[in-house]
């Protein structure tokens, strides 16, 4: 072979190599050793979709890594994503989260009717669920808890909504071999300041405030276009209360104030079956002023939540989404005062905002006609909350999930 043919072979291999490891290299990470590997893998427990701002959070958490990452959600039954979608927002299936679900499909709705109605029950599922994820512990290079503070059996990152939700006393703890000592040593995220100062107070350790995710684009609907309507949001639990709202704006609407009321949320049927079939009543019995709009597709949650002038919250929360919901939609809501150290709705409206808190139900009365009868300071609200708009979005939230993740495992080199 000639001079020329020859060096024109081996820039051909040379060209053909750099074309392969290019492909290579955008396909796959190299890592400092010049070693090929693969996404890490993260383990996810969320062990029952039953509705609320933590299934908000849970869902999200999802969203944030699952390019990035290789997810596996160990949870107690299979998960209809394309419901969940819907109801949230996001854009999960199961291609990019694998599932491994303990319990049969066609046995959900008997063992939620059971959970709904028996806590105690309830916990031993979910210890079952955390039983089986550390099982399989060292399969992962990570293992995160969507669902509060619990022992994975070496450190993990823990997403916690409230504290003692996973009790690990008695039977609890041994089923999945829990103790206190290992849920400290994990990585902690809290929904709110208030809770992050609870967590301090019972496990004597400081957590990162990720606040969870607001979604909601802007709309230009002006004051005067909007209903002189009240949104109440949440699960249809006796423990959220849409019956007292419905007592309380009764009271407003005694003493002249046209006022109107849409009740939006799910966790009906099976999830306290009792508790619906009451406020179904209430609501029938006030219909010419209240609707009562249940487990809608977010879309259609949204185009409530845009025409109403007004939000009320009943239960202190941890954090409350649907509070932070109701502001970002320039409505101005008004709940609960601050209440044994609960005050995440507080903490969203801010603290200077006075006039949208109340004690009970005479307060709530007092307070809600003070602002319907005064436009001034309806304005002076409306202004106050904008500037509190930008503190609760997706983007931030699914920021805040990823650094932490990121610089987890920074810190944890070889984490298993």
Known sequence: MSKFYLHQFHKYKQQKHSILVKI?????????????????????????????????????????????????????????????????????????????AIFPKVTERSFKFLFANNRKLAIMAMHLVLRHLKSHNQEYDLLLSGYNAVDFGRIGVQYVHWINVISNEGLYGKISNSSLENIKLNISMVNSFSVSKLFKDKFGIDAKVVYPPVLLDEQNISWEEKENAFI??????????PHKVIQILKKVRQK???????????????????????????VKENSEWVKLCENLPYKDYVKILFKCRYGIHHKPEPFGISVAEMMKAGAIPFVRSKRKGIAGQVEIVGEENQELFFEDQDDAVEKITNVLQDSEIQQKLQGALLKRKDFFSTEKFMAGISEVVKNYFQQHSNPI
């Open 24 to 100: 290579m290299v955008e396909s796959m990470s190299i890592d400092n050793l010049g070693n090929v590997s693969k996404k890490k893998s993260i383990a996810v427990f969320y062990p029952l979709f039953s509705g609320g701002g933590a299934e908000s959070v849970g869902l999200w958490i999802l969203e944030a890594l699952k390019e990035t990452y290789d997810l596996t959600l160990f949870t107690l039954f299979n998960v209809d994503f394309d419901k969940l979608n819907s109801m949230y927002g996001t854009q999960i299936s199961q291609e990019m989260v694998k599932v491994k």
């Open 256 to 282: 002249g104030f046209d006022v109107k009321l849409y009740i939006t949320g799910g966790g009906g049927g099976v999830y306290g079956w009792k508790y619906k079939r009451t406020l179904t009543k209430m």
């Open 232 to 241: 109440c949001s949440g699960r249809l639990t006796s423990a959220k209360a």
